[in-house]
C-alpha cells in the first residue's frame, strides 16, 4: 500500500513538473524571442540557430531513447519541402514582426488565426461552417483586434506589414500541416525533426535573398578585435534556441501526461502570464486600452477552444496528431501552437 501511494506521489510531481516546465517555456518564449531579436538584429541568422538546435536536439534525444522520430528520408523530405517552406516563412514573419512590434501586437495577431483557419477550413477543405457559438467566440476575437489596432498608438506601417504577412503564412501553415499530418503518416517528433531540419537547409537561400549575409559580413568586420557579439546578444540567442527546443518537449510531454481540457486551460493561462509578464519587466507593451483589447481576444480565444472542444468528443488519432502539431507552439517553433514553434515561435514544433 506504501508503495502505491509513494509511486502516486512520485507520478504527480513529475505530472505537476512537466505542467511548471511547460507553461514557464509557453509563457516566456515570446519575450525571451522579442528580447533576442532586439539584441541581435538578424532575424534570418537568429531562426537558423534555433532550427539547428532544435534538429540537433530531437536527434540527440532519440539517439539516446528519449524520443522517438521517424527516420529522415529523402523521399519524405522531398514530399514535406512544401510544407517546410511555409513553416520557415511562418517562422521568418514571426521573427520580423517582433523585430518591428511588441509582444501584444504578436499575440493579437496569433489569436486572429482561428478565424482565418476556420474560413479556410470552410473554403478550401469543405468542412462544416461553424457552429453559433464557435462563430460568436470569433467575433469577440475580430472584435478585440480590431479595437487593438484602433488604440495602438505604436502603430507603424512596417511592423503591421510583417503582421498581416505572418498573419498569412501561419493560417496556411495550420491548414497544410493538417493535410500533412493526414497524408504524410510521419510521429510527432517526426515532423518536428523535419520541420527544422529542412528550414535549416533552406536558410541560406533567404540570407541570400534579403542581403542579411551582407549586414552580417560588415557587423563581423566592423567588430573585428572587439568581438562581435556582446554578451547580452550572446546570452538572449541562446535562450531563444534553447527554449525553442524546450517549449516542443514540454508541450508534447504535458499533452501526453494531463487531459486535453487541463492542456488547454493551461495553455490560455499562458498567455494571460505572457501579458502579465511583458507588462511588469519592460515598458514594450501596449497601453491599457490596448491591453483591454488584447485581453478580449484572449477571452474569445477561451470560448473558442470550448466551443470547438465540444464538437468533438471522440477525436480520431490522425486528428489528434493534428491537433499536437498546431496547438504545442505556438503556439508551435516546431509547430513551432510553432507546433506553437508559441508564440510562441512555431520554431521547435510548436509555434509563439
Given at each position: 500500500?506504501?508503495?502505491?501511494?509513494?509511486?502516486?506521489?512520485?507520478?504527480?510531481?513529475?505530472?505537476?513538473?512537466?505542467?511548471?516546465?511547460?507553461?514557464?517555456?509557453?509563457?516566456?518564449?515570446?519575450?525571451?524571442?522579442?528580447?533576442?531579436?532586439?539584441?541581435?538584429?538578424?532575424?534570418?541568422?537568429?531562426?537558423?540557430?534555433?532550427?539547428?538546435?532544435?534538429?540537433?536536439?530531437?536527434?540527440?534525444?532519440?539517439?539516446?531513447?528519449?524520443?522517438?522520430?521517424?527516420?529522415?528520408?529523402?523521399?519524405?523530405?522531398?514530399?514535406?519541402?512544401?510544407?517546410?517552406?511555409?513553416?520557415?516563412?511562418?517562422?521568418?514573419?514571426?521573427?520580423?514582426?517582433?523585430?518591428?512590434?511588441?509582444?501584444?501586437?504578436?499575440?493579437?495577431?496569433?489569436?486572429?488565426?482561428?478565424?482565418?483557419?476556420?474560413?479556410?477550413?470552410?473554403?478550401?477543405?469543405?468542412?462544416?461552417?461553424?457552429?453559433?457559438?464557435?462563430?460568436?467566440?470569433?467575433?469577440?476575437?475580430?472584435?478585440?483586434?480590431?479595437?487593438?489596432?484602433?488604440?495602438?498608438?505604436?502603430?507603424?506601417?512596417?511592423?503591421?506589414?510583417?503582421?498581416?504577412?505572418?498573419?498569412?503564412?501561419?493560417?496556411?501553415?495550420?491548414?497544410?500541416?493538417?493535410?500533412?499530418?493526414?497524408?504524410?503518416?510521419?510521429?510527432?517528433?517526426?515532423?518536428?525533426?523535419?520541420?527544422?531540419?529542412?528550414?535549416?537547409?533552406?536558410?541560406?537561400?533567404?540570407?541570400?535573398?534579403?542581403?542579411?549575409?551582407?549586414?552580417?559580413f560588415t557587423a563581423v568586420k566592423m567588430s573585428?578585435?572587439?568581438?562581435?557579439?556582446?554578451?547580452?546578444?550572446?546570452?538572449?540567442?541562446?535562450?531563444?534556441?534553447?527554449?525553442?527546443?524546450?517549449?516542443?518537449?514540454?508541450?508534447?510531454?504535458?499533452?501526453?501526461?494531463?487531459?486535453?481540457?487541463a492542456f488547454t486551460v493551461t495553455g490560455v493561462?499562458?498567455?494571460?502570464?505572457?501579458?502579465?509578464?511583458?507588462?511588469?519587466?519592460?515598458?514594450?507593451?501596449?497601453?491599457?486600452?490596448?491591453?483591454?483589447?488584447?485581453l478580449s481576444t484572449l477571452v474569445g480565444g477561451?470560448?473558442?477552444?470550448?466551443?470547438?472542444?465540444?464538437?468533438?468528443?471522440?477525436?480520431?488519432?490522425?486528428?489528434?496528431?493534428?491537433?499536437?502539431?498546431?496547438?504545442?507552439?505556438?503556439?508551435?517553433?516546431?509547430?513551432?501552437?510553432?507546433?506553437?514553434?508559441?508564440?510562441?515561435?512555431?520554431?521547435?514544433?510548436?509555434?509563439?
Open positions: 500500500m506504501a508503495s502505491v501511494a509513494a509511486d502516486a506521489s512520485k507520478q504527480h510531481f513529475t505530472t505537476a513538473g512537466l505542467v511548471v516546465g511547460y507553461s514557464l517555456c509557453s509563457s516566456l518564449l515570446a519575450i525571451i524571442n522579442k528580447y533576442a531579436i532586439t539584441k541581435f538584429s538578424y532575424p534570418g541568422l537568429l531562426t537558423a540557430l534555433q532550427y539547428f538546435t532544435s534538429a540537433l536536439g530531437v536527434w540527440v534525444l532519440g539517439k539516446l531513447d528519449v524520443l522517438h522520430h521517424d527516420p529522415f528520408t529523402l523521399d519524405n523530405a522531398k514530399k514535406f519541402l512544401p510544407a517546410a517552406a511555409v513553416f520557415y516563412l511562418a517562422i521568418f514573419t514571426n521573427t520580423n514582426l517582433l523585430r518591428h512590434a511588441n509582444v501584444d501586437t504578436f499575440i493579437v495577431f496569433r489569436s486572429l488565426t482561428p478565424l482565418l483557419v476556420a474560413i479556410a477550413d470552410t473554403v478550401f477543405r469543405k468542412q462544416p461552417c461553424p457552429s453559433k457559438s464557435t462563430f460568436f467566440s470569433l467575433v469577440i476575437i475580430l472584435g478585440g483586434a480590431v479595437g487593438y489596432v484602433l488604440t495602438d498608438s505604436a502603430f507603424t506601417l512596417t511592423a503591421y506589414s510583417w503582421a498581416a504577412a505572418y498573419l498569412v503564412t501561419i493560417t496556411t501553415e495550420m491548414v497544410y500541416i493538417k493535410h500533412m499530418v493526414t497524408h504524410l503518416g510521419l510521429n510527432t517528433w517526426g515532423f518536428v525533426l523535419y520541420n527544422n531540419l529542412i528550414s535549416l537547409l533552406m536558410s541560406p537561400v533567404f540570407w541570400i535573398a534579403t542581403g542579411e549575409y551582407a549586414d552580417v573585428s578585435g572587439s568581438g562581435w557579439l556582446q554578451l547580452d546578444a550572446t546570452v538572449a540567442v541562446a535562450l531563444s534556441c534553447v527554449f525553442g527546443l524546450l517549449i516542443s518537449f514540454f508541450g508534447f510531454a504535458t499533452r501526453r501526461a494531463i487531459s486535453a481540457t493561462a499562458n498567455k494571460f502570464l505572457t501579458v502579465a509578464i511583458n507588462v511588469m519587466i519592460w515598458d514594450k507593451h501596449a497601453s491599457p486600452l490596448g491591453l483591454a483589447c488584447l477561451v470560448v473558442y477552444q470550448q466551443s470547438v472542444t465540444g464538437s468533438a468528443s471522440f477525436p480520431s488519432k490522425q486528428s489528434s496528431e493534428a491537433s499536437k502539431l498546431i496547438d504545442n507552439g505556438e503556439e508551435d517553433a516546431g509547430d513551432s501552437e510553432k507546433v506553437e514553434q508559441d508564440i510562441e515561435m512555431p520554431v521547435s514544433g510548436k509555434k509563439p
